[in-house]
């Protein structure tokens, strides 16, 4: 039963990441083929990321199903985009999820790897936004993980929750598990919002003397 959910996870990121991407993409009116290489790097960027870091096959090289499942969802979008008009909100419900869902598979490989659970969070954090990253910047975008809106936060307060219930709740972990992707998604909602942002420490004095 876990091991199913944790592949169900892994399928629902994948194809939310891959509609993330594919969205983005066709705001930028690419082309199909575009639309493909975005989706793709969306889904796959952050996991190719961690695997390297944790110096270990990067699981898509070795792995069909998510390359048809990104090839599906990419092809089911550019369909879906007929009857679509809002693509912000859809852009952003998928981001959100699979922010949430790649965040916890991040975690669980670095457990895999008995690895400290401080950096844990950080490789769950980069399994849910370095996707994103890439995909923004191919998009000539500033990505949204540097601009205001809470986004690596989110991550890290899920993770760090997800953690903390693990070790002192006899909840299971398939509970856990929902929990923590629901409160990534809650942040980001309520973040967006209402338009929380981390506070700045530190003062900014523009220059009109300077180039």
Request: hydrophobic share 50%; proline share 2%.
């Amino acid at each position: 039963m876990h091991e199913q959910f944790n592949f169900a996870i892994e399928v629902l990121g994948t194809i939310s990441f891959s509609m993330s991407g594919s969205f983005a993409a066709m705001q930028k009116r690419l082309d199909p083929f575009g639309v493909l290489i975005i989706a793709f790097v969306t889904s796959v960027g952050g996991g190719t990321v961690r695997d390297l870091l944790l110096d270990i096959p990067v699981f898509w090289m070795h792995d069909l199903l998510t390359c048809a499942v990104i090839i599906l969802t990419s092809i089911f979008t550019m369909i879906f985009k007929s009857f679509e008009k809002n693509f912000q909100v859809t852009l952003f419900i998928f981001d959100s999820f699979g922010l949430g869902l790649f965040t916890i598979i991040g975690i669980q490989k670095g457990l895999n790897a008995d690895i400290h659970p401080l950096i844990c969070i950080g490789l769950g954090t980069i399994t849910g936004c370095f996707g994103g990253i890439i995909r923004d910047i191919l998009l000539n975008r500033i990505p949204l993980i540097f601009r205001k809106e809470i986004y690596a936060t989110a991550c890290i307060v899920g993770g760090s929750s997800f953690l903390l219930l693990t070790k002192f709740t006899h909840l299971s972990y398939t509970v856990i598990q929902i929990f923590t992707i629901l409160l990534i998604v809650a942040i980001r909602t309520f973040a967006v919002k209402y338009h929380w942002q981390i506070p700045k420490f530190y003062g900014y004095e523009h220059n009109n003397s300077e180039m």
